[in-house]
């Protein structure tokens, strides 16, 4: 099924995981595919080439997803350091292990990079690749967007500029980076709304269980930490269960409050911890109950 479909029936709650590094076997991933299955979301995303992650595993662990799990499977792929005929090879993948959902990024420049495509062979944005995907081929195309505005960009509005391009590619559903106060997202889906960008947005959330890893990630994204949630960094950030149990509930809350707000979907970024994911989905069971008057469509 194709995601943009299942947004027919708010709100989407989603879950990303990353594959294993490239010298790990496959089968580390898969007890988390396992327990996060479970939770019955409504699809599962898995991440390319992210954080030193392996860009070979995502193809086989989405093809499990979707046919072992019988999940909609979302698979990641960036363009920016791949050829056309590259792409061209794990789209065939995918295809062949019917996977109809991918998001279609850029990536980021690696460090100490200048990076300037001399040939058509290579792409220069995530909107190059979605006109790829979407010239030939039937694919459901999600892309990135962010709430505060992309790192490399000098001002929101330009950012917004390029993400209606996007749309205008054909995108057909943007899930966002990462932030942890809501009014970003608010105000960024009014913006959406004057520059007339009516794709399902779905609201990336990290709950944060680990003080360097957020630190580490916050530098990278630029993602703002509000004051309440430094505080929970500064007192329990060396008590790793403290800082779970508190980061837990802090991801609980904006969730509770972008579903009581309406938003479209949310897209839960479980760093491979089903366990936490676990814990933030019984705390809204009832919440995801009361939409549509019965169970909705995802955990
Ligand atoms: P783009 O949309 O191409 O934008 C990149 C920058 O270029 C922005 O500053 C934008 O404003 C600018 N820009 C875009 N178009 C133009 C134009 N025509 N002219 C001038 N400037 C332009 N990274 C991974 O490596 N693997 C992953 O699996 C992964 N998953 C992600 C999932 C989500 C939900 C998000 C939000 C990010 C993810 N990333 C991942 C990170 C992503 O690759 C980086 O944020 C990357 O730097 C930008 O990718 P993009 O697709 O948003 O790029």
Redesign the pocket.
């Known amino acids: 099924m194709k995601i943009k479909e299942l947004f027919n029936n708010k709100p989407v709650i989603s879950l990303e995981i990353f594959p294993p590094k490239p010298e790990a076997p496959i089968d580390t991933v898969l007890d988390t595919i396992d327990a996060l299955a479970d939770l019955k979301p409504g699809f599962i995303s898995v991440?390319?080439?992210?954080g030193g992650s392996s860009k070979a595993h995502t193809v086989k662990i989405a093809d499990i997803i979707k046919n072992k799990y019988q999940i909609e499977a979302l698979a990641?792929l960036?363009c920016i350091n791949s050829t056309k005929a590259e792409i061209e090879d794990t789209l065939e993948q995918l295809r062949m292990s019917n996977i109809e959902n991918i998001?279609?990024?850029?990536?980021?420049?690696p460090f100490g990079e200048s990076f300037s495509p001399s040939d058509n062979s290579h792409y220069r944005?995530?909107?190059d690749l979605i006109t790829h995907i979407k010239a030939s081929d039937s694919f459901c195309v999600g892309?990135?967007?962010?709430p505060e505005g992309?790192i490399?960009?000098s001002d929101l509005i330009?950012?917004l500029k390029?993400?209606k391009?996007?749309a205008e590619c054909g995108a057909d559903f943007l899930?966002?980076?990462l932030f942890f106060d809501n009014n970003y997202f608010y105000s960024f889906l009014e913006k959406l709304d004057i520059l007339g960008v009516s794709l399902p947005v779905s609201a990336?959330i990290m709950p944060v269980i680990n003080k360097k890893q957020i630190e580490r990630i916050t530098g990278l994204?630029g993602a703002t930490l509000p004051v309440k949630f430094k505080r929970i960094l500064d007192r329990y950030g060396d008590n790793s269960e403290a800082l779970k149990e508190a980061g837990i509930a802090y991801a609980t809350e904006q969730i509770i409050d972008l579903l009581s707000s309406g938003a479209d979907g949310i897209?839960l970024y479980t760093m491979n911890r089903p366990e936490v994911a676990r814990n933030i989905v019984s705390h809204i069971s009832n919440i995801r109950s009361s939409f549509n008057g019965s169970e909705s469509p995802g955990i």
């Open positions: 991440t390319y080439g992210a990641h960036t998001l279609a990024l850029r990536g980021d420049i944005y995530a909107e892309a990135a967007c962010y992309h490399e960009c330009s950012d390029h993400l391009q996007k899930i966002t980076q990336g994204c897209h």
